[in-house]
């Protein structure tokens, strides 16, 4: 009898103990811990810094290119009317409107510009004339005259 007993296999020794544990950590590793998640978040954060200050820097810069090609058209209009008047226009509107003087009016043909422009800011342009040279200046993305980031063009 006693060699039947040892023959046959036990119960418990069927079934591995082992197994059991290795179901739990694996049914536990479809989600993504606290951790992990507010690690990737973090990421995000900080990739995301990374671009806004890129890409705000760069519409600024795209302003200020703007703003110095529409200073420029300006001082080639000008150059038009100094041609046709043989004179400085007085403010930017006798670009469009023509000369306010009677006796340069008879010279005049058609605008030379339809309108006046703003800067890229949607400034007012400003334009001063001293003598035989003029300023035109921009006030800039903080909109205040006589500041560093004026952009001014002059003959």
Do not use: C
């Not at 007993?5 to 993504?32: D, E, N, V």
């Not at 703003?67 to 209009?77: C, D, E, F, H, P």
């Not at 001293?130 to 952009?151: C, L, P, V």
């Amino acid at each position: 009898m006693p060699s039947q007993i040892l023959s046959r296999p036990l119960a418990t020794s069927s079934r591995p103990t082992s197994r059991r544990p290795l179901r739990r950590r694996r049914a536990a590793r479809h989600a993504f811990t606290l951790l992990e998640l507010l690690l990737v978040l973090a990421i995000l954060v900080v990739l995301g810094g990374i671009v806004a200050v890129n890409v705000v820097g760069t519409g600024q810069a795209a302003n200020v290119d703007a703003t110095k090609t529409q200073l420029k058209m300006l001082k080639s209009n000008i150059a038009i009317y100094q041609l046709r008047i043989n004179g400085l226009p007085e403010t930017l509107e006798q670009l469009r409107d023509g000369p306010s003087d009677a006796d340069k009016k008879a010279k005049w043909v058609a605008p030379i510009m339809t309108e006046i422009p703003k800067d890229a800011w949607g400034n007012e342009i400003e334009y001063s004339v001293n003598g035989n040279s003029y300023e035109i200046r921009s006030a800039g993305m903080d909109g205040q005259k006589s500041t560093e980031d004026d952009i001014v063009v002059s003959s």
